[in-house]
């Protein structure tokens, strides 16, 4: 009877404010509670209940709870500074002013006589009236610091509300649009104990507004406020926010990924500019496959920024793109090399490296276009953009391929050709030599005897 006691103190304890100071001793497992300890909990539980039990009704009810309709609680708010985004942790920093307004006729009593309002803390406000406890919904867990908060409460029972606060607000990105990405930035603020059919949120925009003119990686393009029903299962609340439409600046992205990444896809086509001979076989070799290991590096330090379960995006197209042309580059290298080197085509080598020359710039110039274009113009959605730059690398590449074999490696088969035909004829030639010496020394023989 006891412990089953103590468990429902536990319980109560847990779901009471702190206000109350109420503090019950646990047990520790293992362990016995005295008996003092346990007539000292009772009397704690009694005096809680015997609070409760007298606090008034313009505390606990709401002010329009007899009449069955819910109450009205007008908000605004305020962006002041914005400290930036972290992608990795899906959250943002804010510095958000929230203004609340409601009416409550049973507050006048609250003002003494000769004044028409009184302010006062949101502490002492929450113990001598009925607050609608609207609060900062999306919030990460334990950051939210409040820099200060006032309640002023009117003769005509018109009650305000506003409070300054720091927050590390939760956002689900849209990371499939990076870096060309627009977000939404979104400050939701609720009832923490008040349904649908109790406590109604309206925005007033007349008071609302953005007055933050440094977004770092962004730029604002829109704000809103608005509010709107939520319907989770049981759980139907009114809830408000405050909208804002970013759209992130290319120029952080052009400097430490775009540009690099440019500078190296261009080093990878010196290799091309190489002569053909013994001691530029390596050099031509190792120039084309350290441009790649090099912007490997650079790919690893573009999606720093992103979590590990980011969506394929526009970043990773652009990547894999330029890592497929370094990997087409050394493979006309080293398809050169084996013609030249290996198999004597010099015709083809020769070919292969010096229409590498445009050929290349030509893939790569086409390919970063269609995705830049795609990305920030919306010329084609990133699926589209996608097949549209693979196909088109593919069929290049299989209609020069074509073409090389079939003009250049012509031109070797001739030349091939003439040149056996050139050493048969030397061969004959030395043979006929060898032949009419044969002869006329027979015929030196024959005078001779």
């Not at 959250?91 to 006048?108: C, K």
């Not at 590096?297 to 980011?310: F, T, Y």
Request: contains cysteine.
């Amino acid at each position: 009877m006891q412990l089953s006691f103590l468990a429902v103190l536990t319980f109560v304890s847990a779901a009471l404010p702190g206000a109350y100071g109420l503090a019950i001793v646990r047990p520790t497992k293992g362990k016995e509670i005295s008996l003092s300890q346990f007539n000292a909990t009772t009397g704690k539980l009694a005096r809680v209940g015997s609070e409760i039990h007298n606090l008034p009704s313009s505390i606990l009810v709401r002010p329009h709870a007899a009449k069955g309709v819910p109450d009205e609680v007008k908000f605004a708010m305020r962006a002041m500074n914005f400290y930036g985004a972290d992608l990795k942790h899906h959250t943002f920093s804010i510095d958000v002013v929230m203004s609340l307004w409601w009416n409550d006729p049973r507050v006048a009593s609250l003002i003494p006589d000769g004044l028409d309002k009184l302010s006062m803390s949101k502490e002492q406000a929450e113990k001598v009236m009925w607050m609608p406890g609207i609060i900062v919904s999306n919030r990460d867990i334990e950051k939210y610091e409040i820099i200060s908060a006032s309640v002023t409460i009117h003769k005509s029972g018109d009650i305000s509300r506003v409070e300054r606060a720091n927050a590390r607000v939760m956002k689900k990105f849209a990371l499939a649009g990076y870096p060309f990405d627009s977000q939404d930035l979104t400050v939701n603020i609720a009832s923490s104990k008040y349904m649908l059919d109790e406590v109604v949120l309206v925005p007033d925009k007349g008071d609302s507004g953005v007055y933050e003119d440094i977004w770092g990686l962004y730029f604002l393009e829109d704000w809103h406020t608005e509010a709107y029903q939520a319907m989770d299962g049981e759980l139907k609340k009114s809830r408000g926010s405050l909208v804002m439409k970013v759209k992130r600046s290319l120029e952080k992205y052009s400097q430490d990924h775009l540009l690099p990444a440019s500078i190296v896809l261009m080093i990878s086509w010196a290799v091309f500019y190489f002569p053909f001979a013994n001691p530029f076989i390596t050099a031509r070799l190792a120039l084309s496959i350290l441009a790649l290991l090099s912007f490997t590096n650079l790919i690893v330090k573009s999606s720093k920024e992103l979590p590990g379960a980011a969506p394929f995006n526009w970043n990773d197209l652009f990547n894999q793109q330029i890592q497929t042309l370094m990997f087409v580059t050394i493979v006309l290298n080293v398809c050169s090399e084996i013609a030249f080197h290996t198999f004597q085509y010099e015709t083809l080598a020769r070919g292969l490296n010096h229409e590498a020359k445009l050929l290349m710039p030509f893939m790569s110039i086409l390919n970063i276009v269609l995705i830049l274009g795609g990305g920030k113009y919306h010329w084609m959605t990133l699926a589209h953009t996608t097949t549209v730059t693979q196909v088109v690398l593919v069929v290049l590449i299989a209609c020069y391929v074509g073409y090389a074999f079939c003009f250049h490696n012509a031109k070797d088969v001739e030349i091939m050709s003439a040149r056996k035909e050139k050493e048969e004829e030397e061969q004959c030639a030395v043979a006929a030599a060898a032949t009419v010496g044969q002869v006329d020394a027979e015929a030196e023989a024959d005078c001779d005897c």
